[in-house]
């Protein structure tokens, strides 16, 4: 697997992530009651649509210049 190969395995994983931690906190905010928690699971659900931009950035920009068939 080259680096790139890899970097957009990893980019998918940290989105994974991002998500199962926004889904997480909102199971705990609605458990517990404590509004940090929303304020994680907003930042987490922001980060996961960031790397999403930046994955698709990523696979275009590689697509283009042909390193990625």
Known sequence: MTLKGFHIV????????????GAWCIWID????????RAGA??????????IVYGVWFYRKM???RIIT
């Open 10 to 21: 990893f980019i998918v994983f940290s989105t994974l992530l991002a998500v199962s931690v």
């Open 30 to 37: 609605l458990v517990e009651g404590a509004p940090i928690y």
């Open 42 to 51: 907003i930042w987490s659900f922001v980060a996961a649509v960031a790397l």
């Open 63 to 65: 697509k283009k210049s």
